[in-house]
């Protein structure tokens, strides 16, 4: 599972930015779709632990106005300099701060919320995890929507947590130097946490090696637990899909995907719907 952007109130990717694009940069599975939503819905949009942009920039490049919110400086820096780089700077406006303070950041004026690839994995309580969608329903238009994107935590995948020390990838950097990523977790299956930690080691062409480590904890959130969050922070109507083609949610899905809608349908009123 990719690591999602950080939401908490540590900054594990403080140190490792550039290793961490290395890893997501080319992963781009629910771009689309977020692009349908973004088009279907309207903006401005707001996304949620933006980290270095890889959505922002896509958004921006279609022509909607956006802003990122990330409580790291250094994952904005890296977002700035990707939004510079490809003269996209005039459609984003970056802020510093956690996922609480998204009202603030435009209190009822989004059309689209988002908290992409698994985001709201990185508040690691479930009250910190409402704030958050409390958050996002006051930022939202009442016309608007949230999308949220996090894993499906069946037993399979939580199984596949607990396999020990890992390596999980290798890259070449420009110039020869090679970059290894390990990774060991460990399910808190009572709070609902997956204790993490990361390291990369940067080798060089003469052998010599840099190591950095990071730690951080997700906490995984069932499709029954977050639609009672949704309706206990006032979201009216939502639909849930499987993956990112839209894809009828069951319980083997890889994805626990949430459109949730600010306002009640004029069809549907009062409810979730499926």
């Not at 994952?75 to 780089?85: F, I, P, Q, T, W």
């Not at 060089?204 to 906490?219: E, H, S, V, W, Y």
Request: net charge negative.
């Amino acid at each position: 599972m990719p690591a999602a952007n950080d939401l908490s109130d540590a900054e594990p990717y403080g140190t490792i930015g550039a290793y961490y694009d290395l890893e997501h940069d080319p992963f781009d599975d629910d771009v689309q779709m977020i692009l349908d939503f973004a088009l279907s819905v309207g903006d401005p949009i707001l996304e949620i632990g933006c980290g270095s942009g890889r959505l922002l920039a896509p958004l921006a490049a279609a022509g909607h106005r956006v802003t990122g919110l990330d409580r790291s400086p250094a994952m904005l820096d890296r977002a700035r300099e990707r939004l510079v780089r490809e003269g996209l700077s005039a459609r984003v406006r970056l802020v510093a701060g956690d996922a609480a303070e998204a009202a603030t950041v435009g209190s009822g004026t989004f059309g689209l919320v988002v908290i992409g690839l698994n985001g709201l994995m990185h508040l690691d309580t479930p009250d910190s995890q409402r704030r958050a969608l409390a958050a996002a329903r006051m930022a939202l238009d009442p016309r608007g929507l949230l999308l949220i994107d996090v894993v499906n935590p069946t037993p399979e995948t939580l199984r596949g947590f607990e396999v020990g020390l890992v390596h999980e990838g290798s890259w070449s950097l420009p110039g020869g130097d090679a970059v290894d990523k390990f990774a060991s977790r460990t399910l808190h299956h009572d709070a609902q946490q997956i204790e993490t930690h990361l390291w990369y080691d940067r080798t060089g062409p003469d052998g010599a090696m840099r190591r950095l480590k990071t730690d951080f904890t997700l906490r995984w959130v069932t499709r029954a637990e977050l639609e009672l969050m949704l309706e206990l922070t006032g979201f009216a109507d939502w639909q849930v899909y499987g993956g990112y083609e839209l894809d009828p949610f069951d319980g083997h899905s890889e994805r626990l995907i949430v459109a949730a809608e600010a306002s009640p349908s004029p069809v549907r009123p009062g409810g979730p719907i499926d």
